[in-house]
């Protein structure tokens, strides 16, 4: 029967003791190995917290080992847990997801069925929203997570395949991109991906209203794909391309109206301006119309929509410069 460990990055967010219970609630053969890897940059004001997250493992908790990161990374979590598997297969879990209540029965069918050159085999996410009312811009975006091809949130991946390619690339500090950027240098090196049959939840948490301005800094991981990958990654990846051309315009002409009425054009910061507000009217009424249309959720995304232009924009650019001398992979593989 084929073996696996179970490797589990966190924060320590109060989703934990739901995702380990889970775990520990499953049928089927059990993890030869779970790896907690705990992220917290600074785990000092809750020392505790670990090891009262482990108890509701219960007999599963000979079986867990913990190591720590100091905050560097979902990506570099991961790496730090694969260098502690020794099963043949290392299965990523994120610490806000339930797996299903034959996920292990499932997942050892999955392993079984893989041919040799299958090198990760994804779950299926599903995202449960809300009954009786239309989902909010937040939950649309968290149910985007069950049509990721790559996703981490549940992925086995074969750990000899793993090592070979070097892990995920810890240059990306995001839950973001990373999983897209090892599939695809996987998939690179003659290895196949195919999606199994197993199931796990992916509820959505809550979150500030000002959560999706937050989440521009992902435009920063874009330009290292770019870089990574070519300008044609969004195809290889079968990723959406999202609006960072519509936001730069906005951000644009925006700029244009505020520079252009200092200068004294008033004329043609007048039509700067019109071109703005037409943009983040088209941009809020976008995500307004999905949604339930409540006066919290409309303030929040009219609020939201006018910040998120030019913060997307500012993340783009500042990331494409960072990353600016970074390599193709595959000369840097070399």
Same mark, same amino acid.
């Given at each position: 029967m084929t073996?696996?460990?179970?490797?589990?990055p966190?924060?320590?967010?109060?989703?934990?003791?739901?995702c380990?219970?889970?775990?520990?609630?499953?049928?089927?053969?059990?993890?030869?190995?779970?790896?907690?890897?705990?992220?917290?940059?600074?785990?000092?004001?809750?020392?505790?917290?670990?090891a009262?997250?482990l108890?509701?493992?219960?007999?599963?908790?000979? @079986?867990?080992?913990?190591?720590?990161?100091?905050?560097?990374?979902?990506?570099?979590?991961?790496?730090?847990?694969?260098?502690?598997?020794?099963?043949?297969?290392?299965?990523?879990l994120?610490?806000?997801?339930?797996?299903?209540?034959?996920?292990?029965?499932?997942?050892?069918?999955?392993?079984?069925?893989?041919?040799?050159?299958t090198a990760?085999?994804?779950?299926?996410?599903?995202?449960?929203?809300?009954?009786g009312?239309?989902?909010?811009?937040?939950?649309?975006?968290t149910?985007?997570?069950a049509?990721a091809?790559?996703?981490?949130a549940?992925?086995?991946?074969?750990?000899?395949?793993l090592?070979?390619?070097?892990?995920?690339?810890?240059?990306?500090?995001?839950?973001? @991109?990373?999983?897209?950027?090892?599939?695809?240098?996987?998939?690179?090196?003659?290895?196949?991906?195919?999606?199994?049959?197993?199931?796990?939840?992916?509820?959505?948490?809550?979150?500030?209203?000002?959560a999706?301005?937050?989440?521009?800094?992902?435009?920063?991981?874009?330009?290292l794909?770019r870089?990574?990958?070519?300008?044609?990654?969004w195809?290889?990846?079968?990723?959406?391309?999202?609006?960072?051309?519509?936001h !730069?315009?906005?951000?644009?002409?925006?700029?244009?109206?505020?520079?252009?009425?200092? !200068?004294?054009? @008033?004329?043609?910061?007048? !039509?700067?301006?019109?071109?703005?507000?037409?943009?983040?009217?088209?941009?809020?009424?976008a995500?307004?119309?999905?949604?339930p249309?409540t006066?919290?959720?409309?303030?929040?995304?009219?609020?939201?929509?006018?910040?998120?232009?030019? !913060?997307?924009?500012?993340?783009?650019?500042?990331?494409?410069?960072?990353?600016?001398?970074?390599?193709?992979?595959?000369?840097?593989?070399?």
């Amino acid at each position: 029967m084929t073996s696996y460990a179970v490797v589990i990055p966190t924060l320590l967010r109060d989703t934990l003791a739901d995702c380990l219970v889970a775990l520990a609630a499953a049928h089927g053969p059990r993890p030869d190995e779970i790896v907690l890897v705990d992220d917290r940059p600074d785990p000092d004001p809750a020392p505790d917290a670990l090891a009262h997250a482990l108890t509701v493992l219960g007999d599963l908790r000979e @079986r867990t080992t913990t190591a720590a990161t100091g905050g560097r990374g979902p990506a570099a979590a991961r790496n730090t847990g694969l260098r502690a598997v020794t099963a043949p297969w290392a299965v990523f879990l994120d610490d806000d997801v339930q797996v299903g209540p034959h996920w292990c029965a499932q997942l050892v069918q999955d392993l079984e069925e893989a041919t040799p050159d299958t090198a990760g085999i994804p779950g299926v996410i599903t995202v449960p929203l809300p009954g009786g009312r239309r989902p909010t811009d937040w939950e649309r975006g968290t149910a985007g997570l069950a049509r990721a091809r790559w996703i981490t949130a549940d992925m086995a991946y074969r750990t000899e395949a793993l090592r070979q390619a070097g892990g995920f690339d810890e240059r990306f500090p995001r839950a973001f @991109r990373e999983d897209a950027d090892l599939a695809l240098r996987l998939l690179d090196a003659g290895w196949r991906i195919r999606r199994g049959r197993r199931t796990t939840l992916h509820p959505v948490r809550s979150a500030s209203r000002w959560a999706s301005v937050g989440q521009q800094r992902g435009n920063a991981d874009d330009a290292l794909m770019r870089r990574l990958h070519g300008p044609d990654w969004w195809d290889k990846a079968v990723a959406p391309r999202g609006r960072i051309r519509r936001h !730069a315009a906005i951000t644009a002409a925006g700029a244009a109206a505020c520079a252009l009425a200092v !200068a004294g054009h @008033r004329r043609a910061a007048t !039509a700067c301006a019109l071109g703005w507000a037409a943009g983040t009217a088209e941009f809020a009424r976008a995500r307004i119309v999905p949604g339930p249309r409540t006066r919290e959720e409309v303030t929040t995304v009219l609020a939201t929509s006018v910040v998120i232009p030019p !913060a997307a924009t500012w993340h783009r650019l500042a990331g494409a410069w960072r990353h600016r001398n970074a390599p193709a992979w595959r000369e840097a593989a070399r």
